[in-house]
């Protein structure tokens, strides 16, 4: 969905947000709505397939799940490296340069924040630009591994040979015969920097988002349903702080109830007119 099929945000809403927001420092949560507009799908709003993500168990447990999760994990970090940075990113670099954004604290794994400029991101999920071993510990730069993939199964790089599932896995059939990367140091489990459904945020990245909210003045969330604890956690300390809280998303959030103001709208417009009209520090 781009931002011309986004709901369109009241003016009063956006009117209310300037006004709670003027003169604070601001720390964002971004989920995968503020990536939408970047053509990377958001697979809880409205409309989304039924999704069956794999869990950390299941990839550690078996080596026909791990060939079936770097099929599909291969495809979906091709389409995040083609993907490139939108407004929304880009009006969130503009506030944190004119000192109104404190930091973002992203659920998305694409590294969008960065390119588009933000140098304060904490991502809470991890990155889909690393791949470490389970063994020796080594890191490998995901452009390095995908050549590596690729070279091994020439195959993957025709997509007619590839039939997609609906959270950018493949169909069991697909993957036969795909030939699994592994640590070239040790020949141990590769994985990739990322928390999977069933694992924990790591103490010391949630320790960090932390941080950065209870030092702002006001927290944004954007793009986010908050359907992950870690993200209503984060809403629950700054509400415990009685700080602003503005939630910028389509659809209802768990934290609704809990928001000084929300805007139900896409998140690039939200975003671009409030790095237009927020006051700059004198």
Request: aromatic share 4%; with cysteine; charged share 25%.
């Amino acid at each position: 969905m781009t931002s011309a099929d986004s709901v369109s945000p009241s003016s009063d809403d956006v009117r209310r947000a300037l006004e709670v927001l003027a003169g604070r420092r601001i720390a964002v949560l971004t989920g995968a709505g503020v990536s939408t507009d970047s053509g990377i799908p958001d697979y809880r709003g409205a409309g989304a397939p039924v999704r069956t993500p794999m869990t950390a168990q299941q990839f550690l447990a078996s080596e026909d799940a791990r060939r079936r999760y770097w099929v599909g994990s291969h495809l979906g970090w091709r389409a995040f490296a083609a993907a490139h940075p939108n407004d929304g990113h880009a009006a969130l670099a503009d506030l944190e340069r004119a000192g109104l954004v404190t930091g973002i604290v992203t659920q998305n794994v694409d590294g969008l924040h960065l390119r588009a400029g933000s140098s304060r991101v904490v991502e809470l999920h991890g990155t889909m630009r690393r791949v470490f071993c389970l063994h020796c510990g080594q890191v490998f730069d995901r452009r390095d591994l995908a050549e590596r993939v690729e070279s091994d199964n020439p195959w993957i790089t025709v997509p007619e040979n590839v039939e997609l599932g609906p959270d950018g896995d493949v169909l069991p059939a697909t993957s036969d015969g795909f030939v699994v990367p592994r640590c070239s140091v040790c020949e141990g489990t590769l994985k990739p920097d990322v928390v999977f459904f069933g694992e924990f945020v790591p103490r010391e990245k949630f320790a960090e988002a932390e941080q950065l909210v209870r030092t702002s003045d006001a927290l944004v969330v954007a793009g986010s349903s908050l359907v992950v604890n870690s993200g209503v956690r984060l809403v629950e300390r700054a509400r415990r702080r009685r700080i602003p809280v503005v939630i910028v998303n389509r659809g209802a959030t768990r934290a609704d109830a809990k928001a000084t103001v929300k805007i139900d709208a896409g998140t690039t417009e939200v975003l671009r007119e409030l790095a237009e009209r927020l006051p700059r520090p004198a």
